[in-house]
């Protein structure tokens, strides 16, 4: 007999959205389990004395931030985001190893899953968006756009989403604002302006500027973010108080008793039965192989993982997957005229925007912290002097973040070997997208940038990975029905974002939840 209705595997924003679903439905028997532990939300300081050997000091935690947050690249992966190096975030990291070949066959960055109750919600943006029709039209994209309506407004209700109803809520699909806008830097705030102006004179502008909608839990918990005083809060320190992760979720439903929660249990396989699925998992507090029998599973553990329990369950030598994502060009931005202040207190992604005559998507961050604390060990000077030099290029600098809808049909893929190793392959070379229409529009509000200065980043790095098991309507194999079956299964289901066939111009994490949600809130039970 099946001990639980539904076994959930992996605590991110995926597993999480279908636990909470599943909550509301009358006396479910729910089970998460998850390979990651919350007691290694620490960090271990490996080389902290050579790091600060170099510098005279006049206050260490101005530099590291009041938890040595800040002093990233320890570890010396040259290629990792900048966002995965800060300290905090590193335990995100400790999944499965995956490498990212060229079109040339040549390694070009190497990195791991996530492995963290919350997933990688613990060290996101939490920059929540619906796709709306204009992102979804022309793609390859299997799902009616209204499906998810009903998930979309149950999950911002529940996360509590920051911002304000202005020319971008077009863009960002509009939805439910539980709270307003978290302060912008200066130079946001100028550029901002100088859009809102020229606007009200050409209507409607070229471009879309507004304010981002982030998962900041709304009313006096916002008060309560322990900012970094720099800058980038959210990358450098996980688990803060006004910020939503998947783990607030996951916590809040084992404190109710909704859900059963068990962590440090890494699923290794199943085996589907006429009435129920037997999963197998290595509980790391006992050092045994465990089983247990659900009536469904859910897949939940990010696109790559997923991917590679479905390999490692059909125990073939290696299957290869499709692989999507976008990953983003970055193009600094010089605001002219910008006060000369570096803030006190900031959050990294400041506006929204996206040409109107085109189907991108930016996000302008102010990337203080970041910044900060990678040039600060590197200039050859004392630390008030590089001080003084990096608030004046500061105060000025902003960086957008801007995608494209990814590439239609498969233009990389994921290897997944019997032992779950992975190595994602472009198999086209990457051109920089056109940048000159940005740079036009951008001039016009006074923010200065050349083409040149762009950087366009590798595949796999941005965090916007999907694909790997593509939802159809009549699935082929590997592939998952639409409401989340594999192709050969009745009782397991794919919930993250593996299901997605291409992804639009856009953080996707809310619509991925949002499909999560309605699969759950769907299944017969
Ligand atoms: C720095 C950063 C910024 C980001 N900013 C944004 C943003 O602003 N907006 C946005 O939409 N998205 C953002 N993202 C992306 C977002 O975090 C991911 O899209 C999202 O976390 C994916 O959720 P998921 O549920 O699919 O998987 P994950 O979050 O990867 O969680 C998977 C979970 O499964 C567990 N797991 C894996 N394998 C197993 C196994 N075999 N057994 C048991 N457990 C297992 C892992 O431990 C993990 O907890 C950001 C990501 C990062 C890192």
Known sequence: MASYDVIIVGSGPSGAAAALALSRRQSKRVLVLDEGQVEENHFNFPSLTSALDARTMTSVSALLGPKFEAIDQLEGEAWLHPKLTAAAARHVLRGRPFSVLNSRGVEIFKSNCSHALGGMSNAWGGQLLRYTNRDVQNIDWPFEQNIFSSAYDALERHIGISGVVDDASDLSGGGEIASKPLDMVPSAALLLDRYSRRAARFCPSPIYLGRARLAV?????????????????????????????????????????????????????????????????????????????????????????????????????????????????????????????????????????????????????????????????????????????????????????????????????????????????????????????????????????????????????????????????????????????????????????????????????????????????????
């Open 217 to 525: 839990n709304g009313g006096g918990s916002l008060l309560s973010v322990d900012a970094h005083s720099l800058g980038e809060t959210e990358f450098l320190e996980t688990n803060q108080p006004g910020l939503y992760t998947a783990q607030k979720t996951i916590t809040q439903l084992v404190s109710e008793r909704k859900i059963s929660y068990r962590a440090g249990s890494s699923v290794i396989d199943w085996k589907e039965n006429e009435d129920s699925v037997a999963v197998r998992y290595f509980d790391s507090r006992s050092g045994e192989k465990c089983e247990i029998v659900g009536k469904n599973l859910f897949l939940a553990c990010g696109a790559m993982q997923s991917a590679a329990l479905v390999a490692v369950s059909l125990k073939k030598d290696s299957i290869t997957v499709p692989f999507v994502d976008h990953s983003p060009v970055l193009l600094p931005l010089w605001v002219l005229g910008a006060l000369p202040i570096v803030p006190d207190k900031s959050y990294p992604i400041q506006l929204i925007g996206g040409l109107r005559a085109q189907r991108d998507f930016f996000s302008i961050y102010y990337p203080g912290g970041m910044f900060w604390s990678s040039l600060m060990r590197d200039l050859p000077c004392s630390y008030r002097f590089g001080a003084r030099t990096i608030s004046n290029i500061l105060r000025r600098l902003l960086v957008a973040q801007i995608w494209y809808p990814s590439a239609a049909g498969c233009s990389s893929s994921l290897k997944i070997d019997k032992h779950g190793g992975m190595i994602i392959r472009e198999h086209e070379a990457r051109t920089a997208p056109p940048l000159a229409r940005h740079v036009y529009e951008f001039a016009k509000l006074g923010a200065v940038t050349v083409p040149a200065l762009s950087k366009m980043t590798p595949t796999g790095w941005g965090f916007h990975h999907a694909g790997t098991l593509p939802s159809r309507p009549h699935p082929g194999e590997l592939e998952t029905h639409l409401d989340g079956r594999l192709w050969n299964s009745r009782r397991v289901r794919v919930i993250d974002a593996s299901v997605f066939p291409v992804l639009p111009a856009k953080n996707h994490s809310l619509t991925m939840m949002a499909n999560a949600y309605r699969i759950a809130s769907e299944l017969q039970l």
